[in-house]
């Protein structure tokens, strides 16, 4: 018996809600009940590629025109059953990004957006083409949708000035999402946000403006990217995010989280938010562009000085200098991720929970001070020839235990250099990691004398309490390091002459998991056997207690 159709109209549609929109769309046929309560389902989401998708339906073909129909018939249904039962819009998504003309459906996109309107619609997402042989223009019932909250316009959308002068009625809009969209005057993205007050969100990426004053180009050539953003007055604003525009001024004194990305590489960027003094989330992206002034220690002094709030800081891609001196009492997160030139990181952060690195370089990274929670995420590339220097980088953090270690391996070593085993013995204490990741990216040129060195790195510089192999065809090391572990591998261990033991002889306990079968009791050779069958990704996880 179906308890479930007994329930509230409400609680159904909270049950909606947390489903994927494939999955709730099923539920409609389970019974007359279920239909009923998906056909009052206030939250709308469509995406053309649910009913059809270039590959198998090419453009122009009759085929596609009458799928296209059945998502015409589909959303149309929808919405005037919503409006016919007087019932309030929640949330209204359309995503036609897979439809390079909208000619045929153009008209009915704006039947849609006008239902969904004058339904209180609170969330309205549209997510076009913008290849699109003619860009869509934004309906006039968007900008007097009083209900609006959220607004989210991408891709093949214009924004007419003219559209602009009435009456705009956005005072409810909290979260406010442009990228590639297209307006007909400069002065209309700052009109666009300055009626906006209470948003609390901004995300903008690339979009353009139509020059009028340019007669060089064609009218369809007219179009040039957005050089520059204001957002001043906006006394509700916490969070921005902005992409691919090179002058960027914030004004907001209650921000809390930017992201800045300069997308261009080759273009320099202008970016002031001095004001933003309540900052505690910062995030840069790409800041290489050539003439840039590398990231040093100066940055770092004159940001904490002008934000001391800031928790967390992100770098990704950016240049640096070669030494870098951080220092900051509040920092609770800290993450590099590729960024050029570093050679030494010294961190003074005595609150820091996680530090994140993420690149080639292998940079002497020194923790002056910090908090005895601190964890510590590693990933980089690695060959045998750089193993050396990944002990070493991984030594200089004796004071911490490693969250985990992610590592890319290469096999490409000289097989005549009798100083490369030497190379990967460790006299000292090596360092605690929780969990080691390990991916072969090439294959070995000799299989045997790479096990047994990666064997010795393993044993030697580092002891993980859970080793995982990511591979996808077959990880050659996987079967000599589980004989090793069992003890079936014979042979001398590298520390046999020497007088302190590693980790292996003390090894007293190893479970082995998949992510690939749902067996759990599934031994070795099965899981070996399982994952040979597959070319996707697969993991092999080791647990180890001494």
């Avoid at 869509?136 to 991408?154: D, F, G, R």
């Avoid at 690339?206 to 369809?220: D, F, G, K, R, W």
């Avoid at 990933?379 to 050396?388: A, I, K, P, Q």
Wanted: hydrophobic letters at 40%; glycine letters at 2%; a negative charge.
């Amino acid at each position: 018996m179906d308890r479930f159709s007994a329930l509230p109209k409400i609680i159904l549609h909270d049950i909606l809600v947390r489903l994927p929109v494939k999955d709730a769309a099923k539920t409609s046929v389970l019974s007359k009940a279920w239909n009923d309560t998906w056909f009052s389902f206030p939250n709308l989401s469509v995406c053309s590629e649910d009913f059809f998708s270039e590959d198998d339906v090419p453009a122009g073909n009759r085929q596609r025109f009458r799928k296209l129909d059945i998502l015409i018939n589909y959303v149309t249904k929808r919405l005037l059953r919503l409006r016919d039962q007087g019932l309030a819009i929640k949330k209204f998504k359309l995503d036609l990004q897979n439809l390079d003309d909208l000619t045929h459906v153009s008209h009915h996109v704006d039947q849609w957006i006008q239902m969904a309107c004058e339904s209180g619609v609170q969330v309205l997402e549209l997510y076009l083409n913008d290849d699109c042989v003619r860009w869509y223009e934004l309906p006039l019932c968007v900008i007097e949708a009083k209900s609006l909250i959220e607004l989210e316009l991408l891709g093949g959308i214009k924004i007419d000035q003219e559209l602009l002068k009435h009456s705009m009625k956005f005072s409810s809009v909290k979260m406010l999402f442009l990228s590639r969209v297209l307006f007909t005057h400069e002065s209309a993205i700052e009109y666009l946000i300055s009626h906006c007050p209470l948003t609390e969100r901004f995300i903008m990426g690339v979009c353009y403006i139509y020059n009028h004053l340019s007669t060089e180009h064609l009218p369809a050539d007219r179009i040039e990217k957005v050089e520059s953003l204001s957002l001043q007055s906006l006394q509700k604003l916490k969070k921005v995010d902005v992409e691919g525009i090179p002058e960027v001024h914030i004004d907001s004194p209650n921000l809390e989280e930017l992201c800045y990305q300069a997308w261009d590489l080759n273009a320099p960027f202008k970016l002031n938010f001095d004001s933003c003094t309540n900052l505690r989330c910062l995030q840069l992206i790409d800041l290489k562009s050539t003439g840039c002034t590398a990231i040093a220690d100066k940055w770092f002094l004159e940001l904490f000085s002008k934000f001391p709030f800031i928790e967390n800081l992100k770098l990704f891609n950016c240049s640096m200098s070669e030494r870098i001196n951080i220092s900051s009492p509040q920092l609770k997160i800290l993450q590099l991720r590729f960024c050029s030139k570093l050679k030494k990181v010294n961190v003074d952060a005595p609150n820091l929970l996680l530090f994140d690195y993420s690149g080639d370089d292998k940079p002497v990274i020194s923790f002056m001070r910090s908090s005895n929670q601190l964890e510590v995420n590693i990933s980089t590339n690695v060959d045998f020839r750089h193993f050396y220097s990944l002990r070493e980088f991984t030594r200089n953090m004796p004071q911490v235990i490693l969250a985990s270690l992610s590592l890319s391996i290469g096999h490409s070593f000289p097989d005549d250099d009798p100083y490369m085993p030497a190379l990967l013995v460790s006299s000292t204490t090596p360092p605690s990691i929780k969990h080691l990741v390990l991916r072969e990216y090439s294959p070995p040129d000799s299989e045997a004398l790479y096990s047994q060195l990666l064997m010795n790195y393993l044993l030697s510089n580092c002891f993980p309490k859970t080793i995982s192999f990511i591979y996808h065809r077959r990880f050659s090391f996987i079967e000599f390091f589980y004989e090793k572990l069992m003890g079936s591998e014979k042979g001398e261990c590298y520390c046999s002459s020497g007088d302190r033991k590693c980790w292996w002889h003390a090894l007293k306990i190893v479970s082995i998991s998949c992510s690939f079968m749902t067996d759990e009791n599934a031994d070795f050779k099965a899981m070996l056997d399982a994952s040979a069958r597959s070319f996707e990704e697969k993991t092999i996880t080791f647990s180890l207690e001494l």
